[in-house]
């Protein structure tokens, strides 16, 4: 297994990963993920094994403590001096599930963002997923402000 930022060379293989893993409403477009891979692909990780794309964790940096609409869209709202890691996807392919790998993704954004000495980190979640991040530490606020593909969010926030 290797983790690595992407280049714009990964554009398609990302796309693709992200086709699979979530339904079209919520799912990031080819533009948005261009943007992003321009905009703060230091703050995209890729997960590869063999060479192979296998998932990714990506999200801007921001002052705001939740994550809001308009980030999703607009990649030029990042502040790479902001205080808030947002993480804004999280995928792996369905084949590589049930091993741990989304886990190794979320550890090495935690190790990354400590590092960068940022207050934390902050994501939108459903609900079924709260368990899942609260194992990592992470605290639910409540249901999100979020409407981000018409569906219901909870807002969550790992403190350091």
Same mark, same amino acid.
């Given at each position: 297994m ?44 890729? @997960?590869?094994? !063999?060479?192979? #794309? =296998?998932? *990714? ?9 939740? %994550?809001?609409?308009?980030m ?20 792996v ?29 902050? @994501?939108?979640? !459903?609900?079924? #997923? =709260?368990? *899942?991040?609260?194992k ?6 409540? %249901? ?14 790992l403190?350091?």
């Amino acid at each position: 297994m290797n983790f690595r930022n992407p280049t714009i060379k990964d554009l398609e293989p990302i796309y693709q990963i992200e086709s699979i893993c979530f339904p079209p409403n919520e799912a990031a477009s080819l533009d948005s993920f261009s943007k992003r891979l321009q905009v703060f692909p230091q703050h995209f990780w890729l @997960l590869e094994d !063999k060479g192979q #794309l =296998i998932g *990714y964790i990506n999200g801007m940096v921001t002052d705001n403590q939740t %994550i809001v609409d308009e980030m999703f869209a607009q990649a030029e709202l990042h502040n790479d001096n902001g205080t808030w890691q947002s993480i804004f996807g999280i995928a792996v392919l369905p084949e590589y599930r049930n091993n741990g790998y989304g886990g190794k993704l979320i550890n090495l954004l935690i190790e990354k963002v400590k590092e960068q000495n940022r207050t934390g980190i902050t @994501l939108t979640c !459903k609900k079924y #997923l =709260i368990p *899942y991040y609260e194992k990592f530490g992470f605290a639910d606020l409540g %249901i999100s402000r979020s409407v981000h593909g018409g569906e219901i969010w909870h807002d969550m926030i790992l403190k350091f």
